[in-house]
C-alpha cells in the first residue's frame, strides 16, 4: 500500500508547544493593523513587506520582529492576532497549542497587561466554539531585558491563572545566561507555573546543562544538546522534551542545510523530540511545513511522524488524563490510514 507521507503530516492530530503569537503576524494583517491603529510602517503594499520578510540574519528579524508589534496597541489587535493563528493552526489539525506571548514587547509599546490578555483570552474561548482547538499562553521572558521586568510581569498574572500555564525564557542566548532569572523562575514554580526556556539554539549545550541545573522542564530548541553526548544520555533517561524548530533553525542559519538537521539522531538517542514552528509568518512555515520539511530533507518515515506527533503531546502540560484522549487520536487516525 502506498502512502503519501506529505498528506500524514498534513492531517494527522498534533500539538504546538514552540510558537510565539507575534511571529505569526501575516504580511496582510500588519498592514491593515497600521492603518487601523494610524501607526506607519516604512512599506505600503504587501509585496513590500513580503520582500522584508525574506530578512538575512538573526539580527534583521529581532528589528524587523520588535518593528511590526508596534501595531498591537488595543484589544481588538491582539484579539485578531491570536484567532488568526488558531484558525490556521486548526487547519493543519493542530488540536492544542501553548503559545509564548511577550509582555516585555507590549510594555515597550505602553500596552498594559490586561488588554492583551483581554484579546488573547476571547480569541482562544472563540477560537475553542468555532474550530475545536485549545490552547494555554506562556508568558515569555526576554534574557536581554531586566529581571525586574519578568518579576513584575509574574504579579500581574493572577487574574489570568487559568490562561496561562507556564513561564518561558527567550531571546539572546549570548550573554545572558539562564542563571540571570534563576529567582524569579523558582518565583513561577512557586506560584504554581510550568517552566521552560530557549537554550541550545545560538549558544552551545552548556546553557541546555544549566537549565536542566535550574529544574526546566522543557528546553526550547535545544539542537545544540548534539554537542554533549552524555547530555543527551541523561535528557534520554529522563525523557526532558526538546522543541526543535528546522524551519527556523534554517532561516536563522543555525542549520542552514537542513539534510544535516540532527532530527534522526535525537530519535535514534530516544529524547522525546517533537516539531515546532517558531515564527512562522518569519520563517517560511507553519507546523505542517516543518514536517513535510523533515520527510523531504531528513527522510523521515511514518513510524517517525507518528512518534513526533505523539511526542508533542507527551511533552505538553496537559493532564495525563488529556494526554492519553489525544494520543488515543492519533492511534485511531494511524489505524484508519494504513488500514
Request: with cysteine; proline share 4%; charged share 25%.
Amino acid at each position: 500500500m502506498s502512502i503519501d507521507l506529505h498528506e500524514i503530516c498534513r492531517q494527522i492530530p498534533k500539538c504546538e508547544l514552540h510558537i510565539h503569537i507575534e511571529g505569526t503576524i501575516e504580511p496582510e494583517l500588519l498592514l491593515e493593523l497600521s492603518k487601523r491603529n494610524n501607526i506607519p510602517i516604512p512599506y505600503n503594499t504587501l509585496e513590500e513587506i513580503r520582500e522584508k520578510y525574506n530578512f538575512k540574519n538573526l539580527g534583521e528579524f529581532i528589528a524587523l520582529f520588535i518593528a511590526y508589534s508596534k501595531v498591537l496597541k488595543k484589544e481588538p489587535d491582539f484579539y485578531d492576532l491570536m484567532y488568526a493563528y488558531l484558525k490556521k493552526a486548526s487547519s493543519q489539525q493542530i488540536k492544542y497549542a501553548e503559545i509564548f506571548v511577550d509582555h516585555v514587547l507590549y510594555e515597550t509599546n505602553e500596552v498594559e497587561f490586561s488588554v492583551f490578555m483581554s484579546g488573547y483570552i476571547k480569541a482562544i474561548e472563540q477560537a475553542e466554539k468555532d474550530f475545536g482547538i485549545k490552547a494555554k499562553m506562556i508568558l515569555c521572558f526576554k534574557r536581554d531585558s531586566p529581571v525586574e521586568l519578568a518579576r513584575a510581569a509574574l504579579k500581574l498574572t493572577t487574574p489570568y491563572k487559568s490562561y496561562i500555564i507556564a513561564v518561558g525564557l527567550a531571546s539572546n542566548e549570548r550573554g545572558y545566561p539562564p542563571e540571570l532569572f534563576s529567582e524569579v523562575f523558582d518565583e513561577a514554580r512557586s506560584l504554581g507555573f510550568r517552566l521552560c526556556a530557549h537554550a541550545g539554539e545560538e549558544a552551545g549545550a552548556e546553557n541546555i546543562q544549566k537549565c536542566l541545573e535550574m529544574g526546566i522542564e522543557r528546553i526550547d530548541h535545544g539542537v545544540r544538546i548534539i554537542e554533549d553526548e552524555k547530555l543527551m544520555e541523561i535528557f534520554a533517561e529522563k525523557q526532558i522534551p526538546l522543541t526543535n524548530c528546522p524551519l527556523s533553525n534554517y532561516r536563522l542559519q543555525v542549520y542552514p542545510d537542513l539534510t544535516k538537521f540532527p532530527l534522526k539522531t535525537f530519535i535514534e538517542k530516544g529524547l522525546l523530540v517533537m516539531l515546532n514552528s517558531d515564527d512562522p509568518a518569519f520563517f517560511g512555515g507553519y507546523l505542517n511545513e516543518n514536517y513535510i520539511s523533515m520527510v523531504e530533507n531528513c527522510h523521515i518515515n511514518l513510524d517517525e511522524i507518528v512518534l513526533l506527533a505523539k511526542n508533542s503531546f507527551k511533552a505538553s502540560f496537559l493532564s495525563e488524563d488529556e494526554k492519553n484522549f489525544f494520543l488515543n487520536s492519533i492511534d485511531e487516525f494511524v489505524k484508519n490510514v494504513t488500514k
